[in-house]
C-alpha cells in the first residue's frame, strides 16, 4: 500500500510553546490529506481538510488559528500547534487518498503529542 | 447529525470466528471502510465496500447492507495479534468531495 510518513512521532513541550508535525506522502503525490486528533480509547476525531495550494478546511470546533495547516506541495502537510496548551496532549494522525477503492486513505504513524 | 455505532468492547477465543457490526445513520453515503488499529499505532485499511454484499479478503470479510444501514467484519481464525481496535468509516459527501467520518470502535480482545 501508500507510505506515508509523519515526524515527529513524539513531541515533548512546555506550555505556550508552538509544534510543527509533518506528514509526508512518500511515493504517491496527495492533493487532499486530513489531520485528525485521538484521545485515549477515543475515536479519531476529524480535524480539518488539507488541500494543496488552497486553505484548509476545518471542522466545526476546531481553531483554525490554533492549528494552522500548510499544504504547500503534493507530498507535504503541515500542522503547527500554536501556543500549545496541556489539554492539546493528544495523538495526532494525517492521512492522504492515494486513490484505489472509495479513495482509501492511507495513515500516517502519527505523532504523540505531551504538552507540560 | 451523523451516527456510527459500534459495540464497544469485545472478546474471542484464538482459532475462533468473531464478527464485528457497524450501523449507521448518516445524511449521505457513498461507501464503508473497515480499518484495524494496534495501540499507540495509525489505523490499517482492511476494506471497502460501496455495493451491498460480502467482501471476502483471507481471513476477514467484510458485508454491506446499505438499505439497513449496516455493515459487519468478519474475522475467521482468530489469532492473538488481531487483539486490535476496528474501525468502521462511512465515506460521507463533504463539500464536492468525500470524507470518511469514524465510529468509536470497537475494542476486540483475543485470548488463547
Known amino acids: 500500500g501508500a507510505v506515508v510518513s509523519q515526524h515527529p512521532s513524539w513531541v515533548i513541550c512546555k506550555s505556550g510553546t508552538s509544534v510543527k508535525i509533518e506528514c509526508r506522502s512518500l511515493?504517491?503525490?496527495?492533493?487532499?490529506m486530513f489531520w485528525y486528533r485521538q484521545f485515549p480509547k477515543q475515536s479519531l476525531m476529524l480535524m480539518a481538510t488539507s488541500n494543496e495550494g488552497s486553505k484548509a478546511t476545518y471542522e466545526q470546533g476546531v481553531e483554525k488559528d490554533k492549528f494552522l495547516i500548510n499544504h504547500a506541495s503534493l507530498t507535504l502537510s503541515t500542522l503547527t500547534v500554536t501556543s500549545a496548551h496541556p489539554e492539546d496532549s493528544s495523538f495526532y494522525i494525517c492521512s492522504a487518498i492515494a486513490g484505489g477503492p472509495g479513495e482509501t486513505q492511507y495513515f500516517g504513524p502519527g505523532t504523540r503529542l505531551l504538552v507540560l | 447529525g451523523q451516527n456510527i455505532d459500534q459495540p464497544t468492547e469485545m472478546t474471542a477465543t484464538e482459532g475462533a470466528i468473531v464478527q464485528i457490526n457497524c450501523t449507521y445513520q448518516?445524511?449521505?453515503?457513498?461507501?464503508l471502510f473497515w480499518y484495524q488499529q494496534h495501540a499507540g499505532e495509525a489505523p490499517t485499511f482492511l476494506s471497502y465496500n460501496v455495493l451491498d454484499g460480502l467482501e471476502e479478503k483471507g481471513r476477514f470479510s467484510s458485508f454491506l447492507s446499505r438499505s439497513k444501514g449496516y455493515s459487519y467484519l468478519l474475522l475467521k481464525e482468530l489469532q492473538m495479534k488481531d487483539s486490535a481496535s476496528y474501525l468502521c468509516a462511512v465515506r460521507l459527501p463533504s463539500g464536492g468531495s468525500y470524507i470518511p467520518t469514524f465510529g468509536r470502535g470497537t475494542s476486540l480482545i483475543v485470548h488463547p
Open positions: 511515493d504517491f503525490q496527495a492533493t487532499t
Open positions: 448518516t445524511s449521505g453515503f457513498n461507501g
